[in-house]
């Protein structure tokens, strides 16, 4: 049941973990064994073919070739935003974008400030960017004191961040620019556009057309990790269609009858074609990119050599003292700040999707400046500035947990109604199911004015529904303020029963009883032949004959394509599928999940009462 999203999430944050032990282990390294240390990066490892070829020693080859995965599904997630996210919706995207833009600005000027009049002052890039894996760290660790929908905001100002720093870094921090090469890594570059327009697939041509790019721009000059974001950004993300489902189920069905080899190849090209390939790259890629790249890339970066006279002088630093402020305290002002000053001018149509106490949680956050604050460090400083540089993004992600934590423990003081709003605020959020609750048109059960309405797309025949009705059974006796509406979407290419069984429904409906045959037909899944839905009715009380009539003449065909249409409008193709009060719920449909979902939706709807 997880989603990309949710995977996202959850690959980012536990890998928090794994980023910490190797900033620890750099540190004890390069404490233990300098020379070592040092020398072990510094190692130089060559690729040639013929007598033109890449020699980087191995810190480069992390700094400048791993870490283009690492921005390619960064550049995957932002694409995937656009595309099936809240960020589907552009106006939304107007405050991130904002919020991520002042979000650099401040932590840039305050470093000027400090750093003016001196030869460090060059290296103003290393105190703008934001840390993605320690944020949604920091959030994992805070758990239920901040809201989910921070996680999105956060993640899409970080994008922000890291766009607009790779085009810094292109800009402002690489080598002398050799035109030949670049015009050769924008040519390639042009190429994939055009391939992509045209519909070519097979993703080893763009895997040898983005590798060569990279090469070019690293011979150019330019920092060549802008190509892993540039790549994902053009990589689609869409929903997998109910036709390329059935599609695959069909192949599959061939492959059982016909096991051979060329059958074997259609059914994996379907079912790959059915996923879109932003999804694919990002379930391939996001577990080496957080669990390995960036833990590597700390492990390379950040051992520092520490010893008292070493902090005495970084505390004194104007390096140091630029990078720590400029994070823990020019983020919160930026994005508290642009957030409350959008709010005002645009009178409230333009607000975060939390409540102010999230939003101040989240400038906190933002604070810690790691992965891309030390990529511009190590090529704006050397020697001694960049060792206080380094020790000026450390001390950053300590203070700003610190600050965050200080933040959530004051609205954890908060009466409980203002906390919740603090929280949530009063947004209206994203809505994801395409056709609204019609209370003439739909079977609802549960008050009709209820403040929560769940909605379930079902297939009588699909054994996942089948789990589910007994948890909305005691979702609904738990809650008395929750109606809940079901709506077909028989899955006719696996269930050959699931279109009669809807239709039999339908017809009970026609005689008052839709309930009390949905209930038996989720009972007995296992029997849906036309006899025994006709001994359903019997058993209901329905009159058989007419019963028999209206499911011959199919009269509740029309209505079950009319569900069918609305859940293609909703981008829904499989069951159980659920919406709370609009929006997809992508959770497991037990009964913690969906209470959790449901609460959550009360409270939101508690606060845009009041």
């Known amino acids: 049941m997880r989603t990309p999203w949710r995977a996202f999430l959850r690959t980012e944050t536990g890998s928090a973990t794994f980023l910490l032990a190797a900033v620890l282990a750099a540190l004890a390294w390069a404490n233990i064994g300098p020379a070592s240390y040092e020398a072990f990066w510094g190692t130089h490892l060559s690729l040639e073919l013929g007598s033109r070829g890449v020699s980087l020693d191995l810190r480069d080859w992390v700094n400048n070739g791993l870490m283009t995965l690492f921005f390619f599904v960064v550049g995957l997630e932002a694409r ?13 995207a107007t405050l991130p974008l904002l919020v991520g833009i002042a979000g650099m600005l401040v932590p840039v000027a305050i470093f000027l400030g400090i750093n003016s009049g001196h030869a460090s002052v060059h290296g103003w890039g290393a105190a703008m960017s934001t840390d993605t894996a320690f944020a949604l760290g920091m959030l994992a660790l805070l758990g239920s004191r901040l809201p989910a929908a921070l996680r999105g905001f956060l993640l899409t100002v970080t994008v ?48 040898v057309l983005a590798v060569a790019t990279w090469t070019a721009l690293l011979k150019s000059g330019v920092d060549p990790v802008v190509t892993g974001l540039a790549v994902g950004l053009l990589t689609y993300a869409y929903p997998a269609a109910r036709s390329d489902l059935e599609r695959a189920s069909s192949l599959f069905r061939l492959f059982r009858e016909q096991p051979t080899p060329e059958l074997e190849r259609s059914v994996r090209q379907g079912l790959a074609s059915a996923i879109s390939p932003n999804e694919r790259l990002q379930r391939m890629f996001h577990p080496w990119t957080s669990y390995v790249i960036v833990p590597l890339f700390a492990l ?27 994070l823990v305290l020019g983020k919160p002002i930026a994005v508290l700040g642009t957030s409350l000053l959008a709010s005002r001018l645009s009178h409230g149509r333009v607000r975060p999707p939390v409540g102010w106490g999230a939003t101040a949680a989240g ?45 959530t423990a004051v609205i954890g003081l908060l009466p409980r109604r203002t906390q919740i709003r603090a929280l949530l605020g009063a947004t209206e959020g994203i809505v994801d199911l395409a056709a609204p609750v019609d209370a003439e048109r739909d079977h609802i059960r ?13 297939d009588f025949e699909c054994p996942y529904c089948g789990r589910a009705e007994p948890v909305v059974r005691a979702l609904l006796a738990d809650f008395g303020d929750v109606r809940y509406v079901w709506r077909h979407l028989p899955l006719t290419d696996v269930h050959p029963h699931a279109q ?101 939706a009360r409270q939101h709807a508690a606060v845009r009462r009041s």
Request: aromatic share 6%; net charge negative.
């Open 363 to 407: 400038g906190t956050i933002a604070g810690v400046g790691f992965t891309v604050s030390l990529l511009i460090a190590t090529l704006a400083f050397t020697g001694d500035q960049l060792e206080q540089a380094k020790i000026g993004i450390l001390g950053a992600v300590v203070c700003a947990f610190a600050l965050t934590w200080v933040v």
């Open 300 to 326: 390379a970066n950040t051992g520092i050599p520490i010893s008292a006279e070493r902090l005495s002088s970084a505390v004194n630093s104007p390096v140091t003292l630029g990078i720590l402020l400029g």
């Open 160 to 207: 922000v961040d890291d766009f607009v720093a790779l085009g810094v870094i292109a800009v402002a921090y690489s080598d002398r620019i050799a035109v030949a090469a670049l015009v050769v890594a924008l040519g390639l570059f042009g190429v994939i556009v055009l391939l992509r327009a045209s519909g070519v697939r097979p993703g080893r041509v763009y895997a």
């Open 500 to 600: 009669l069984a809807a239709e039999a429904a339908e017809a009970a409906a026609a005689q008052g009883a839709f309930w009390q045959m949905h209930d038996l037909l989720l009972e007995r899944q296992d029997a849906l032949k036309a006899s025994d839905l006709v001994r359903y009715a019997t058993e209901i009380g329905l009159d058989a004959q007419r019963f028999q009539r209206d499911l011959r003449q199919r009269i509740g065909a029309g209505r079950v394509a009319e569900d069918v249409e609305s859940a293609d409008l909703s981008g829904v193709s499989g069951t159980p599928t659920f919406f709370i009060n609009g929006r997809r719920h992508h959770g497991a449909y037990d009964i913690a999940h969906l209470t959790a979902a449901v609460r959550t």
């Open 446 to 458: 549960g008050r009709s004015d209820a403040p929560v309405t769940m909605v379930e797309y079902g």
């Open 80 to 92: 995937r935003e656009f595309d099936m996210g809240e960020l589907r919706e552009r106006r939304r």
